[in-house]
């Protein structure tokens, strides 16, 4: 059986999943996380060296259409519904630091 | 008029009459609205009611009985949609927080195509935070309660939308299923609930959770009137890429087709998993097949009861990157921060519930190098073992029948400490989604403290026709009482009494 998830472990796939955790929310989590995944891990025991993978119930084929322009949605109704906008498009804050 | 009159027969007699010119959609629109309002304080089935805008197209589908023309096969029939759907200027919230306020800038096809076939929207139904969750606890505008008994849940995730066609206030809702989120709280509530096959309802417009499973389906009180409502809403969408070209078959004569000579396999695997009443109604619903001249089996196929562990792992994964898109730029709620990861992580951390989170951790987790292998792949590999099982099923059977759920609606609260405990709520219904399958629950009888019992019939990809045959003859012989509308009410063992 694999460990159970530590705090620490919370903390890292937090972090990697862009979410801000208290100690409280740490160690609730990990409680919570560690009992599912030893249920899952029921699945780890089944032979299936000879079974492929299945990521989608029916196969898929790329749905290609001809290169002409259609209509599309008015830029200005999606900016509405953004927190901020400015000159057509959206704002966010800055992402790189100033120049040294 | 009262509501009780105007909604008489269920959605299509309310469609013959409005288009007949017998009743008005307006008429109908206004006893539906009444009954929302009164209903909302106890049971909280709605985040949005759009009574204006369900007016304007009632008064639209009147006038176009007026002039002589037709108003659709829906015309009139009050509508509620689960708030994961997108409305056009119609705050669509997933009941998160973090799309509050927000107003999608066009409608799903689903929405679409409704409204071209005359079905009045009256709003936006409640749900767990982005489909997560078996009970509706999880929404952040608090829970819905099951009007059988208000102390209890209607199940989940789309708990609104089946409480709300259970408790009378609308005859047809919509709700999405994953892992069983039309099934489950169909059956927890005494309502019809229909999963259809994989791409054949189109998902634009529908919120993402776990793209490989999510389906569109509709709730109703009777199979009739669920069949017309998917004829309404499947069939191809260029705006879907996983939407079927295939051709959609004539539901309604398939629902009239009988049973005779139709290939039954009762699942044994989940019955000695399900609690007595739950099972028990699966032995009198094969029972009641082979009365009606269906040639009635055992099957054994104990590999379904891994798809629960898949499951957890599968839609997790998928929806940590769905889910990635809540950056706090596009749409929704954004709580400031220096950069824009302090923000993106700030905006997430408060705009997201507990459920969610859990679910984008575990997502992340068997996703992420060293884990990949052992979690995510080895789950893929056991969806093709259930893929296959099902297949060797179908070999000899043309429909599977199961349990909806383990158990009748359980008390509001019961299983929010412990997340494992309600997701083993889905333990039947997560296998059809895994395969791409159509299945439905019929509501068949009552069970422990007079609550309703669903019986779960499973079909092959595009088994839409023998499915419906089979939820036909058991619609036929379900217990009187076993299915709504309630009246809800306050207190007592079992509150709700029938009308």
Redesign the interface.
Same mark, same amino acid.
């Given at each position: 059986m694999?460990e159970p998830?530590s705090k620490d472990a919370?903390a890292h =796939?937090?972090r990697?999943? &862009?979410? @801000?955790?208290g100690e409280a @929310?740490l160690s609730r989590?990990a409680g919570?996380?560690s009992? /599912?995944?030893e249920? /899952? @891990? *029921? =699945?780890?025991r089944?032979d299936?060296a000879e /079974?492929?993978?299945?990521?989608?119930?029916?196969e898929?084929v790329n749905?290609l &259409?001809d290169d002409e322009r259609s209509a599309c949605?008015?830029r200005e109704?999606?900016l509405? *519904?953004?927190? *901020?906008a400015q000159d057509g498009r959206?704002r /966010?804050? &800055? =992402?790189l630091g100033e120049a040294p | 008029m009262s509501e009780t009159e105007a909604f008489a027969g269920g959605a299509l007699a309310i469609a013959a009459r409005v288009r007949s010119g017998e009743l008005s959609a307006r008429v109908v629109t206004e006893a539906a609205l009444e009954e929302i309002a009164a209903s909302e304080p106890l049971l909280h089935c709605f985040n949005t009611i759009t009574a204006e805008r369900a007016l304007a197209a009632a008064d639209a589908v009147d006038a176009k009985v007026l002039a002589g023309e037709d108003p659709g096969p829906l015309a009139g029939v009050p509508v509620a949609l689960k708030d994961n759907l997108c409305t056009r200027g119609v705050p669509t919230t997933c009941s998160s927080r973090i799309l509050e306020g927000w107003r999608p800038p066009y409608d799903a096809t689903v929405v679409a195509r409704l409204s071209a076939a005359g079905a009045v929207s009256v709003g936006k139904t409640n749900l767990d935070e982005f489909a997560m969750g078996s009970s509706t606890e999880t929404s952040a505008t608090g829970p819905t309660r099951n009007p059988w008994d208000p102390a209890r849940v209607p199940g989940g995730s789309s708990g609104g939308s089946a409480a709300a066609v259970a408790a009378g206030l609308v005859p047809l809702a919509l709700g999405s299923d994953t892992g069983g989120s039309i099934r489950q709280p169909a059956a927890l509530c005494g309502v019809v609930g229909l999963k259809p096959t994989y791409g054949l309802v189109s998902r634009y417009g529908l919120v993402a959770f776990a793209s490989s499973l999510d389906q569109i389906g509709p709730f109703a009180l009777t199979l009739a009137d669920a069949a017309a409502t998917l004829q309404v809403i499947a069939g191809h969408d260029e705006r879907d890429s996983t939407s079927l070209a295939h051709p959609v078959a004539d539901l309604a004569t398939e629902l009239r087709r009988g049973v005779e000579g139709l290939r039954v396999g009762v699942v044994a695997d989940f019955l000695s998993e399900a609690s007595g009443s739950c099972a028990a109604a699966v032995r009198q619903a094969a029972d009641a097949l082979a009365d009606a001249g269906a040639l009635v089996k055992e099957v054994a196929i104990p590999e379904l009861l891994h798809g629960l562990s898949a499951y957890y792992l599968i839609a997790p994964a998928e929806a940590s990157s769905n889910l990635a898109r809540y950056d706090g730029v596009r749409y929704g709620l954004r709580v400031d921060g220096d950069d824009v990861q302090e923000m993106n992580a700030r905006t997430r951390s408060a705009g997201f519930g507990d459920e969610v989170k859990r679910r984008i951790m575990l997502g992340t987790y068997v996703l992420s190098a060293g884990y990949y292998d052992a979690y995510y792949a080895q789950a893929q590999r056991v969806r093709t073992v259930i893929l296959r099982s099902f297949a060797r099923a179908y070999e000899d059977c043309d429909v599977l029948l199961a349990p909806t759920t383990p158990s009748v609606a359980f008390p509001i609260g019961a299983k929010t400490a412990d997340p494992l405990e309600m997701y083993l709520s889905d333990l039947f219904t997560i296998p059809t989604n895994l395969a791409g399958h159509p299945a439905l629950s019929v509501p068949f009888a009552l069970g422990e403290e007079g609550l309703p019992v669903g019986v779960q019939v499973l079909a092959p990809a595009l088994g839409e026709g023998p499915m419906l045959r089979a939820g036909a003859a058991l619609e036929a012989v379900a217990a009187p009482g076993a299915r709504g509308p309630v009246r809800p009410q306050l207190g007592g063992p079992l509150a709700g009494v029938a009308r």
């Open positions: 694999n998830l919370v =796939i937090a990697l999943a &862009r979410l @801000e955790l @929310e989590f919570q996380l009992a /599912v995944l249920h /899952v @891990e *029921a =699945i780890q089944l299936t /079974v492929p993978p299945t990521s989608h119930p029916f898929l749905v &259409r949605l008015p109704a999606v509405a *519904a953004a927190p *901020a959206f /966010v804050p &800055r =992402i | -």
